[in-house]
């Protein structure tokens, strides 16, 4: 089958749909929805996010240097869809969107209570990539909910958990760039290093 050349060269697929909660020096919290982003380390665990320097939620994390990356089940996907083009300015988008704010382990910045994994971050570098920010910022705590949990790997050449997310009980959100929908996922197909059985 032949190639085609596609007018982007940054398609990377999927990418993860995330709500990611802020608040600046007037207290003020508030939730961005970004897909633009990505694990940067396992250890340290580091993060990263792009955001819009004309965004308002860039402001706020530009004041307080933190944030949380909430990732959403498909069961929040109308908030998620609400938080990507109402600006926080304009309205207080957990009343919009009846989404709950509860108090983080470590950081300053509410947690989003119907999100089922919480990542709380503080940022360490900024890198500017116009019209972008890209934050790069320290996971301080992981939060997720008890029942999307299940045993880790025990592979000795993987970097491996004590737990790690079931996804299909996650049912997390991802997007395809330029391709305008919300997509989810269907099943694990098979384990890491299962080629060298």
């Known amino acids: 089958m032949a190639k085609k050349a596609l007018e982007t060269s940054a398609l990377l697929y999927p990418v993860m749909t995330t709500l990611v909660s802020c608040q600046g020096v007037e207290g003020k919290p508030n939730i961005i929805t970004v897909s633009w982003g990505g694990i940067l380390s396992t250890y340290p665990p580091m993060v990263g996010i792009s955001i819009r320097t004309i965004r308002f939620s860039h402001r706020l994390i530009m004041e307080s240097k933190e944030f949380v990356i909430n990732i959403p089940s498909e069961d929040s996907l109308w908030a998620v869809d609400i ?23 470590v950081v300053k910045v509410p947690t989003i209570k119907e999100c089922p994994v919480n990542l709380e971050c503080r940022v360490t570098d900024v890198i500017r990539i116009e019209p972008y920010d890209f934050f790069v910022a320290e996971v301080v705590a992981t939060l997720a909910d008890e029942e999307v949990l299940l045993p880790g790997a025990e592979q000795a050449e993987l970097i491996t958990f004590k737990e790690v997310l079931d996804v299909a009980k996650c049912k997390p959100v991802t997007g395809i760039i330029g391709g305008g929908k919300y997509w989810n996922f269907k099943e694990g197909i098979k384990p890491f290093l299962f080629s060298k059985e």
């Open 83 to 105: 938080c990507g083009w109402v600006s926080g300015a304009d309205e207080d988008k957990f009343e919009k969107t009846g989404l709950t704010p509860i108090p983080s382990r």
